[in-house]
């Protein structure tokens, strides 16, 4: 089955960096779109990168030129380099792929931007 295991994330102070990790089992990796997606209490998940098959990808406004996505099909892994943080990206960030019209989660990994 699917699986989706995040790591990577915690405390950094504003202006910091981290990087996310995001582990996928159970699919043909190599052929599926990524995404990571964050979320705060009270508000929807919103996307904040996505990446395609063969590398293609986007990013939300408020990220973009500070994040980047990668992935590394040899190893089914997805990442999320974050840079120049700040306050307003603390939220719980989630690995997402999707196949037809089921989304597919790993359990997320928190994000904390304070100092």
């Known amino acids: 089955q699917v699986q989706l295991v995040e790591s990577g994330g915690g405390l950094m102070e504003p202006g910091g960096s981290l990087r996310l990790s995001c582990a996928a089992s159970?699919?043909?990796?190599?052929?599926?779109?990524m995404a990571w997606y964050r979320q705060v209490p009270g508000k929807q998940r919103e996307l904040v990168a996505r990446?395609?098959?063969?590398?293609?990808?986007d990013y939300a406004t408020s990220v973009k030129g500070r994040f980047t996505i990668s992935r590394d099909n040899a190893k089914n892994m997805v990442y999320l380099e974050m840079n120049n943080l700040r306050p307003e990206d603390t939220a719980v960030y989630y690995c997402?792929?999707?196949?037809?019209?089921?989304?597919?989660w790993g359990p997320g990994t928190q994000v904390t931007v304070s100092s």
């Open positions: 990446i395609r098959s063969y590398g293609g990808s």
């Open positions: 159970g699919f043909f990796f190599g052929a599926a779109t």
């Open positions: 997402n792929t999707q196949f037809g019209p089921i989304p597919y």
